[in-house]
């Protein structure tokens, strides 16, 4: 199955239904489940309360959302998955990194592109009760839960 490797918290929040969307510099033509797999590293307390109060979801946080609770998540794992419904610039949510895509071209014949930020829009998440221990990689990677999961 067909799976792509997050940071944590951004794949807990996807897993438990908060994160509707997945910010990449690539777009993505791949639609339907794909399997949810937890980095080894995670974001640290200081960068997400910067990064979250930049895009205005500082009040997204619920009570649970302590360093502890970020300390805690469970890494290298695979940990749900999800749909993905759409591949967008600019979606209305309040986790979609907003992204210009234009190029310039001038008098001397060189471009200047800026790459947009793509949304993936994500829908009917699931939290796995128990991780699988899995590597990560880059782009989309194939994992094979039956086999992995029949020979435990």
Request: proline residues 3%.
């Amino acid at each position: 199955m067909k799976t792509i490797t997050i940071k944590q918290p951004w794949a807990s929040l996807i897993c438990e239904g908060i994160k509707n969307v997945e910010n990449r510099t690539w777009k993505t033509s791949v639609r339907g489940r794909v399997l949810i797999h937890a980095a080894n590293q995670s974001w640290n307390w200081d960068k997400l309360i910067n990064y979250m109060t930049y895009m205005g979801t500082l009040g997204a946080f619920t009570d649970k959302w302590t360093r502890k609770w970020l300390s805690n998540l469970q890494t290298g794992a695979i940990i749900g998955s999800a749909e993905i419904v759409d591949c967008v610039i600019n979606y209305d949510s309040i986790w979609a990194e907003k992204g210009v895509n234009f190029e310039f071209e001038n008098k001397l014949s060189f471009d200047v592109k800026i790459k947009p930020t793509y949304n993936w829009v994500l829908a009917n998440p699931i939290l796995f009760d128990k991780p699988i221990p899995a590597k990560g990689k880059l782009s989309f990677w194939k994992f094979d839960m039956e086999d992995k999961i029949c020979k435990k």
